[in-house]
């Protein structure tokens, strides 16, 4: 009896032995996440609800308030700024919200001067709306693709950017088409182009946001008023982009005091 009870658990160790192995390479394999982008923390961090009261206190000191409160790197355009007539130094703003999102207060407040905000890496940079759209547009991007889906290569761009790529459901089709292209050091709409005319669609520029659709479709979009970029600096058919427009002072320090815009002298 005892020499019985003693094969069988041998048996049964054998099968412990034979079964776990078998059990470990039938467990589906964890599908590995995605590196977070600076600019997907950045937009995290923008979502986050915040108490904000900020009376009468000028811009400079208003931003830098939301920056410790949001921990977001805000920055001011001071150039940019200036030029418009807006001195960031003695410019004085209020805001008072509750449990409000950090990028609604933020809008709030910019909204008080016609002002935006582009997402940059881990920067936010606080400017007028043309320049916000031209920088984000040309922020520099790498892409290494190959053989891979459109549609997919499109999202990774728009996780790295902040840049809402939205692509036209009917071309769902056109849109999984494979697509190789390695580039280094270039601006996102030039990347996007490029890996648009190799799944034989277009991009359009519609606000804030980047349309790809059939190329018909994209020339009758581009022929609408509303729509077409003609009078943004630094687009086909848009006056040239003033040099303001490619410099950023405020990034080494936005608390530096504001040079005065410069006055044509009169003629005597």
Request: net charge neutral.
């Amino acid at each position: 009896m005892l020499h019985a009870k003693a094969h069988l658990c041998r048996l049964a160790a054998l099968l412990v032995l034979v079964v776990a192995p078998a059990c470990a390479f039938a467990a589906p394999a964890a599908e590995p996440k995605k590196n977070e982008f600076p600019a997907e923390k950045v937009r995290k961090a923008l979502d986050q609800p915040i108490d904000v009261d900020i009376a009468e206190q000028p811009l400079v000191n208003a931003i830098n308030q939301l920056k410790e409160q949001a921990k977001v790197n805000l920055v001011l355009d001071t150039t940019t700024l200036a030029q418009n007539g807006i001195d960031a130094n003695n410019t004085p703003v209020s805001v008072k919200q509750t449990g409000i999102k950090a990028r609604a207060a933020l809008r709030s407040l910019l909204s008080q001067f016609h002002l935006s905000y582009a997402i940059l890496g881990d920067t936010v940079l606080i400017t007028t709306d043309d320049v916000a759209l031209h920088r984000q547009l040309k922020q520099k991007v790498n892409v290494d693709a190959d053989k891979a889906a459109f549609e997919s290569v499109l999202k990774d761009l728009a996780r790295e950017t902040a840049v809402q790529i939205l692509v036209d459901k009917k071309v769902a089709k056109e849109a999984q088409t494979s697509v190789s292209l390695q580039l280094e050091d270039v601006p996102l709409e030039t990347a996007v182009r490029l890996l648009c005319e190799q799944a034989e669609l277009k991009p359009v520029r519609m606000g804030n946001l980047l349309y790809i659709t059939t190329v018909a479709k994209a020339k009758d979009l581009r022929t609408e008023p509303d729509l077409a970029p003609s009078g943004t600096p630094g687009f086909p058919g848009g006056p040239p982009v003033p040099i303001a427009y490619g410099a950023v002072p405020a990034l080494a320090d936005p608390t530096a005091p504001v040079p005065p815009p410069v006055v044509p002298a009169k003629d005597p």
